[in-house]
């Protein structure tokens, strides 16, 4: 079994409130919150504005098949997030 962690932390400029920043970011949690081989959570900055931070933990049965998954995470993020990346962290364990 393979575990990867995906941290993706966000700058959500012109960012106005906490409503705004959770209906900017929903689509994470919709998105991959419902595959079984992952968990999705916001795992920092919960009361800032413009700055979020989400983790995402894959298991699978093989690094490939995490990778992949970590692959289509970040795809989705770059094309459909309306905030900008602006750090990254993946582990294994």
Known sequence: MHIAILTLRFHLEGCASLKEKRQRLSGLRDRFGR???????????????????????VVAGTRAIADKQVAEIETFVAESVDARVSGRELEYL
Do not use: I, T, Y
Request: glycine residues 4%; contains cysteine; negative net charge.
């Open 35 to 57: 595959l079984p081989n992952v968990a999705v959570c916001e795992s920092g900055e919960p009361d800032a504005w413009q700055r979020a931070e989400w983790s995402f933990v």
